[in-house]
């Protein structure tokens, strides 16, 4: 897929493995990349008019008020606090894939943004775990759209970061299930005990 070309380029370029094992690091890295691709969808609507608020702001609200993230370094403060928490969030989406295998593994990521988008946003604002407001539907909107892009960048770069071996092969244990019970089935054959049934009579007689 154009994903995985695109971060193989990259990974080249910057001579990064992609025979990692450790579940660790590759889900730690994983959710950076995603959290880097979250900010930069986020960026596009903050500063086209859509979205009212950026991830910096969000997150430095947790520590402090809203009006002392005028001040810059308190918003680079939020930033590092948002990077830190979308890495570590990328851990437990690498312990799905590799539990389930990395068939559909765009479709696991979406899943996952979205649950992470209810999960922080949703509640952090519900719950005023937030300072910083958000009061436009658009907002809310765009967040779960960066929430996606977390979900489909995190995804993908696990799948490109992993060896092989770590997944399970979903597909061939499929094969192998469906192989064990048509097996089990012909040697459970209903002819067969007929034919048994019909041996033992003439016998008998």
Known sequence: MKVLDNLNRVARYMNVSRNMRDSIPIGFLSGLVGTIAMDLSNIIFKKSGVSEKTYAQYAGSVLMSPFRLLLKENRILGQILHL???????????????????????????????????????????YGVFRTKAYSTRTHLTTLIDNLVYGFSS?????????????????????????????SQRSIDPSDELLDDYENEVRFH
Do not use: C
């Open 155 to 183: 995804a993908a770069t696990m799948v490109f970061l992993t060896d092989k071996a770590v997944f399970p092969n979903a597909s061939k244990n499929q094969v192998e299930t469906r192989g064990v019970s048509e097996l």
């Open 84 to 126: 830190i928490t979308g890495s570590i969030v990328g851990i437990p989406l690498f312990a799905v894939l590799k539990k389930t295998g990395k068939d559909n593994y765009l479709f696991k990521g979406a899943v996952y943004g979205t649950f992470t988008w209810e999960l922080l946003y949703s509640f952090g604002l519900r």
